[in-house]
C-alpha cells in the first residue's frame, strides 16, 4: 500500500511544470530559474560525496611547543601585548580552579570551568574593539575578562549579591556588562544569535565602525536559533562574527554524534557565507583571524564565521562529571600536548619576554587576587526583597506591588522560619 | 510610529510588497528598504532578530503572518524578551518590540489558520494586547509600539476585510492596562475581546430584546489586565459571562474567573460561566460554525446564569 502510494506521488511531481509568466517583465536570454544566481545544466547525473572532499585545514601561527611557525602575518602583535594577553589566561585559571573547588566546599552553588579555551578567549577578545558588541554562551570567561568585567565583578555574580549588576537573579557565571557592550548570558543554547544578527543590523544602519562577535559552541550550532541567525545575517547582510567554539563535546556528547560534516565551517558556504578554521590554542592564531575577521565585518558590513577548534578540559560544570564518559587519556593528552597557556608561556620564554621567576610570582598574586575578591563577595549582602518583582516592566504593576506586599507581610509574620538577615534593606 | 520614530522597523515574511492581509501596504515607498523589508522563512530568526535590534534602542515592529506560527518563536518570546530586563538587572531591555500577527477563525482556516494562543503568551515580562475594531486597533497598536515593554498584538484577521470605521487619521494612543466598557447594564457582566466582542455585542442584543440588560466589557490589554474594571461591574452586577474562541480548559477566561471570584466572591450570585471553544484543536474546518462560542450559545449562557 505504502509503495503504490510513493508511486503515485512521484508521478504527480514530475508532471508538474513551473508556469512561465506571460505577464511579468523578465529576460528568457540569461535564466528561467529565480532561485538560483545563474543555472547550468549538465548532462550527466552528479551526486557529490562531500566525505570526499578535502577537510578545512586550520590556521595556526605556533606549533604546540610555542615555536612561531611564520613572521608572515597580516596583523602582528606587540610581544609585550602578549604579556598582558598571557597574565589574562592565568587569571581565567585561578579563577576557575578556586571557584570550581569553591563550588565543591558549597559556598557557590554553581560554577562552568574555561579550562583548555583561555587562548582563544582572550586572543578573540584583543582582537576586538571596545565599540564592538559581544554576545556569549557562558565559557567565555577570558572575553569579559580582558574586556574590564573584573575578577570582583564576576565573584559578586557568582555569590549573588547586593553588588551583582544583575542583581543576584541569575546562576553563577551568567553576566553581562551594558557598559562593556557585551550582554548578559543566558541558559538557553544559541538564543543568542539571532539577536547578534539583529544587533550588527542596527550598527551598520548607524555607520558605526563596529561590529557584533557572538560566541556560542558545536553543540549550540546544531539549535534552530543557528540556522537562523546565519541565514538572517548573510540575507540582511548584518557586519556580524560568528564564533564557534569547537571543543569536540557538548557535555557528554561527542561532535561525532553531533554532526556528520566538516565541522562548523563548513555549514558557512551553505548561507553565502565566508569563514576561518584556526587553531583555537594557538591564542595568536586566534587574534589574527579575529582581527581579520572583524576588518572584513566592518568594511563590508558582512557577516563570518570563525570556528576554533579547541578542546574542553573541564567538566561541562559543575554539575556533571566527564570521567564517565570520556578517556582519562585524552584528556591528558590535551593538557600534556596541546595547552594554550603553556604554548603562549614557551614564546615568550623563547623571546626573552617571561622567566620561572615572574611566572611564580603571576601564580601567586593571582590566587591571592581570587581569594580576597571571593571572600569580599561572599561577606556582602544579598540584593533587597524588593528585587524579586522590580525589572519585570519598565514600570511595576499593580498586580505586583500587592504580591510584593504580601509577601513582605509574610516574611514579617515568619521572620525566624526564613533566613533574610543576609538580604540588604533598602532604607 | 515610523514617521515619528526614525528608529522603527518594519519585517517579517512578505511584509515588503504590503503583506497577506495588505498590511504594510505602501511603506516600503514611503520609508525605504531597510526600514521594511522582508526576512527569511523563520519567526524564531525574525523574533530573535528584534529582540537585539531593541536591545540597541531600536523600535522593531515584526509581524508574524499568521498566529498559528507564532510557536516557533516562543523559545525567543518566554526565554529571551520576556526576561531580557529582568535577568540583566535592567542592563539590557527589549521594550521596543512589537510583534503583530494575525488571529482567530475566519471561516475556513482549519487548525492552522485560525489559532487563538494569546493566553500560552500572558507571561510575566510581556503585554497582550488584542483589539477589538479599527479604531481601536490603531490607537492600541501605536501605544504597543511606544510602550518600553515588549508587546504582542493579536489582530482578529476576521475582521480586515469584515470590519469598516472611520478611523481618525491623526495620531492616537489608547492606553494599555485598561479595560472598556463597552455597553452599560445591570443584570450580568459580559467580558470579551477582540472579534469575540461582535459576537457578544450580537448575544447582548438579543438578550435586551428580551429584556436582560447586560454589561459588555472589552478587556483590551490581557496581560497585565485591568482587574478593577471587571470588579467593579460585577459588584454591581453579580453575575459574569465570559467568552473566548481558544478552548475552555486554561484559556485566558480561566484566569479571569478566578480574580474575579476572589475579588468578588461575596458578590456572585451564580457561579462564572465560561462560553468558550470545546477541548479540541481549534478549529475543524467543516465543524467551524457549530465550535465557535456564537451569539446564541452566549445568549443561552447569559439568560441561564441571570435565572441560576
Not at chain 1, 99 to 118: K, V
Not at chain 2, 99 to 127: L, M, N
Not at chain 2, 149 to 167: D, Q, T
Amino acid at each position: 500500500m505504502r509503495a503504490l502510494r510513493r508511486f503515485r506521488l512521484n508521478v504527480l511531481w514530475s508532471t508538474r511544470r513551473r508556469p512561465l509568466s506571460t505577464t511579468t517583465n523578465f529576460s528568457l536570454s540569461k535564466n528561467n530559474l529565480p532561485s538560483l544566481a545563474e543555472a547550468k545544466y549538465v548532462t550527466e547525473l552528479l551526486n557529490h560525496d562531500p566525505s570526499q572532499d578535502p577537510i578545512i585545514p586550520s590556521y595556526r601561527v605556533l606549533d604546540e611547543l610555542g615555536n612561531l611557525l611564520t613572521t608572515k602575518q597580516e596583523y602582528h602583535l606587540d610581544p609585550h601585548a602578549v604579556v598582558e594577553m598571557y597574565k589574562t589566561m592565568a587569571e581565567v585559571e585561578a579563577i576557575d580552579h578556586i571557584f570550581m573547588q569553591s563550588q565543591r566546599h558549597g559556598r557557590i552553588s554553581f560554577y562552568m570551568q574555561n579550562s583548555g579555551e583561555e587562548g582563544l578567549q582572550v586572543g578573540s577578545a584583543a582582537a576586538l574593539s571596545e565599540r564592538d558588541h559581544i554576545f556569549s554562551q557562558y565559557r567565555e570567561l577570558g572575553v569579559f575578562l580582558w574586556r574590564g568585567f573584573d575578577m570582583q565583578q564576576v565573584a559578586h555574580q557568582c555569590f549573588s549579591n547586593v553588588h551583582d549588576l544583575g542583581k543576584g537573579r541569575q546562576m553563577p557565571m551568567h553576566f553581562g556588562s551594558h557598559k562593556l557592550n557585551m550582554y548578559t548570558i543566558s541558559s538557553p543554547l544559541a538564543t543568542q544569535l539571532p539577536q547578534a544578527s539583529g544587533v550588527a543590523y542596527v550598527l551598520k544602519r548607524r555607520r558605526e565602525n563596529a561590529c557584533v562577535a557572538c560566541y556560542f559552541g558545536d553543540g549550540a550550532a546544531s539549535e534552530g536559533d543557528f540556522h537562523a541567525a546565519l541565514n538572517f545575517a548573510a540575507t540582511l547582510e548584518c557586519p556580524v562574527i560568528f564564533f564557534c567554539r569547537n571543543n569536540g563535546w557538548a557535555i557528554s556528547t561527542p561532535t561525532d554524534e553531533q554532526y556528520r560534516g566538516d565541522g562548523i565551517l563548513s555549514r558557512a558556504a551553505g548561507y553565502g557565507m565566508r569563514g576561518i578554521r584556526v587553531d583555537g590554542n594557538d591564542m595568536l592564531a586566534v587574534f589574527e583571524a579575529t582581527k581579520a575577521a572583524r576588518n572584513y565585518a566592518v568594511t563590508q558590513s558582512r557577516p563570518i564565521i570563525i570556528e576554533a577548534m579547541t578542546y574542553r578540559r573541564g567538566h561541562h560544570s559543575s554539575s556533571d562529571d566527564s570521567n564517565s564518559y570520556r578517556e582519562t587519556e585524552e584528556l591528558q593528552w590535551w593538557r600534556d600536548n596541546n595547552d594554550p597557556v603553556s604554548r603562549v608561556r614557551r614564546y615568550l620564554e623563547s623571546q626573552q619576554l617571561w622567566d620561572s621567576d615572574q611566572e611564580a610570582d603571576l601564580r601567586q598574586s593571582m590566587k591571592k587576587k581570587v581569594k580576597k575578591c571571593m571572600s569580599s563577595a561572599e561577606r556582602a549582602q544579598k540584593p533587597p526583597v524588593e528585587a524579586l518583582f522590580t525589572d519585570v516592566y519598565a514600570e511595576m504593576p499593580k498586580r505586583l506591588e500587592e504580591q510584593q506586599q504580601d509577601l513582605k507581610r509574610h516574611l514579617k509574620k515568619y521572620a525566624s522560619n526564613y533566613d533574610t538577615k543576609d538580604f540588604h534593606v533598602s532604607p | 510610529a515610523m514617521e515619528t520614530d526614525p528608529k522603527a522597523v518594519v519585517f517579517g515574511e512578505d511584509v515588503k510588497f504590503g503583506g497577506v492581509f495588505r498590511c504594510t501596504l505602501g511603506l516600503v515607498d514611503k520609508f525605504g528598504s531597510d526600514r521594511v523589508f522582508n526576512t527569511p522563512l523563520s519567526e524564531q530568526g525574525l523574533v530573535g532578530f528584534g529582540i537585539g535590534m531593541c536591545s540597541v534602542g531600536h523600535t522593531a515592529i515584526a509581524e508574524i503572518q499568521f498566529a498559528d506560527y507564532i510557536h516557533p518563536a516562543f523559545d525567543q518570546i518566554i526565554n529571551e524578551g520576556s526576561k531580557y530586563r529582568y535577568r540583566s538587572g535592567s542592563q539590557f531591555e527589549c521594550g521596543g518590540l512589537t510583534i503583530r500577527t494575525p488571529y482567530g477563525v475566519v471561516g475556513h482556516g482549519g487548525f492552522y489558520h485560525s489559532q487563538s494562543p494569546e493566553a500560552t503568551y500572558c507571561v510575566p515580562g510581556v503585554k497582550v494586547v488584542i483589539p477589538r475594531s479599527p479604531i481601536q486597533a490603531k490607537g492600541l497598536l501605536l501605544s504597543c509600539i511606544r510602550d518600553p515593554n515588549p508587546c504582542i498584538f493579536f489582530e482578529p484577521k476576521i475582521l480586515y476585510r469584515a470590519s469598516v470605521e472611520e478611523v481618525p487619521e491623526g495620531d492616537y494612543m489608547i492606553p494599555l492596562g485598561k479595560a472598556e466598557v463597552v455597553r452599560e447594564g445591570t443584570d450580568v457582566t459580559v467580558i470579551g475581546w477582540g472579534s469575540q466582542l461582535r459576537i457578544l455585542d450580537s448575544a447582548c442584543e438579543m438578550a435586551e430584546k428580551e429584556g436582560y440588560s447586560c454589561e459588555l466589557i472589552d478587556v483590551r490589554t490581557l496581560y497585565p489586565y485591568d482587574i478593577d474594571t471587571l470588579e467593579a461591574s460585577v459588584k454591581k452586577t453579580g453575575r459574569v459571562i465570559i467568552s473566548h474562541e481558544a478552548a475552555v480548559t486554561g484559556g485566558w477566561g480561566a484566569e479571569l474567573s478566578a480574580k474575579i471570584q476572589e475579588r468578588c466572591f461575596l458578590h456572585l450570585e451564580a457561579p462564572i460561566k465560561r462560553v468558550c471553544g470545546y477541548d479540541i484543536p481549534p478549529s475543524p474546518l467543516v465543524f467551524e460554525r457549530i465550535h465557535i462560542p456564537d451569539a446564541l450559545k452566549n445568549l443561552d449562557a447569559i439568560k441561564e446564569t441571570v435565572n441560576y
